[in-house]
């Protein structure tokens, strides 16, 4: 029997990018087609099978221990890009300056996904999504830099609506307007949590 189990949920590819050189900054340049390889999206800054670990999981690891890599990409929602933009006071909030490598439309709730959900494309390229992309300063200051005295509030405005990470479980292209099927693990809520 299988673990996963695929949904009628469909998203579709509204927007593509990657962010080439993160050092020098992080927001992503738009892209049609993305070449999803195990160790990640190919020009991607992010991608690698492994990579050092950061704030985000310092309680588990010293900063800079040598991790397998489950944040190669960056997966948002459409609406939840428009919803955090309308929390800001902004008309638009530009893939681009919060390094997504992927927006999905059509999912609801999108950041909510369970983590070891897949997301399926016509290629057969598979995303397992890895956990929740909590907000963090590096997309306010590219809001900042477009708009001076906004970027501040980007973090609150977008709490529950940053989108997920994922890595790839199998290979293949990812195309601008791509639908993507959800597959889903069992849900179960862990009574010791």
Not at 15 to 20: D, I, K, N, R
Not at 94 to 104: Q, S
Not at 117 to 127: N, Y
Not at 169 to 175: D, K, L, M, Q, S
Request: glycine residues 10%; proline residues 8%.
């Amino acid at each position: 029997m299988p673990v996963l189990e695929k949904t009628d949920l469909t998203g579709r590819a509204a927007w593509l990018g990657l962010v080439a050189d993160r050092p020098t900054k992080l927001s992503a340049d738009p892209v049609d087609r993305l070449e999803a390889r195990f160790a990640g999206l190919v020009g991607e800054y992010h991608s690698g099978l492994t990579r050092k670990s950061c704030s985000r999981v310092r309680t588990q690891y010293p900063v800079g221990t040598e991790i397998r890599n489950t944040r190669q990409v960056t997966i948002l929602s459409a609406e939840e890009l428009a919803a955090t933009a309308a929390a800001m006071g902004l008309e638009h909030l530009a893939p681009e300056w919060v390094g997504a490598n992927i927006v999905l439309t059509g999912i609801p709730d999108f950041t909510l996904i369970p983590p070891s959900t897949r997301l399926i494309f016509p290629s057969g390229a598979s995303l397992v999504v890895d956990m929740e992309n909590e907000p963090c300063q590096w997309p306010a200051k590219e809001i900042e830099a477009q708009h001076p005295g906004q970027g501040k509030g980007y973090k609150s405005a977008a709490k529950g609506r940053r989108g997920v990470t994922a890595w790839v479980e199998r290979e293949g292209a990812i195309v601008l307007g791509d639908s993507c099927t959800v597959h889903l693990p069992p849900q179960r809520i862990w009574p010791h949590g």
